[in-house]
Nanobody
């Protein structure tokens, strides 16, 4: 049974940073793409970043590339999202997500378009301006 437990959200000023963590269990870590979605009230959900623990492939949305960094620990089965230079528009509920890895050059598509199968409970990130 896939389980994803996110933590690390909070309130931060614009320009600040936060680090989200996701503890994963119930599946073979290397067989899955794992990452983060976010959703703000009244907005579409957005695939923020994903990683393939198998080979370290990364995906970032245009809105966070250069400011956020996703990483994983294959031993601890955890995934992290380091969020720097936070902006008010980063305010959202952040969800840890996972899905069976579809190996190949388009592996990131389910992440980019909000199509990941498994979701954990969200953690709120609020950036004050």
């Amino acid at each position: 049974d896939v389980q994803l437990q996110a933590s690390g959200g909070g309130l931060v000023q614009a320009g600040g940073f936060l680090r989200l963590s996701c503890a994963a269990s119930g599946f073979t870590f290397d067989d899955y793409a794992i990452g983060w979605f976010r959703q703000a009230p009244g907005k579409e959900r957005e695939g923020v970043a994903c990683v393939s623990p198998f080979d370290g492939s990364l995906y970032y949305s245009d809105s966070v590339r250069g400011r956020f960094t996703i990483s994983g620990d294959n031993v601890k089965k955890e995934v992290y999202l380091q969020m720097n230079s936070l902006k008010s528009e980063d305010t959202a509920e952040y969800y840890c997500v996972a899905d069976l890895m579809k190996f190949g050059p388009t592996w990131y598509v389910p992440c980019a378009y909000g199509g990941m199968k498994h979701w954990g409970k969200g953690t709120q990130v609020t950036v004050s301006s």
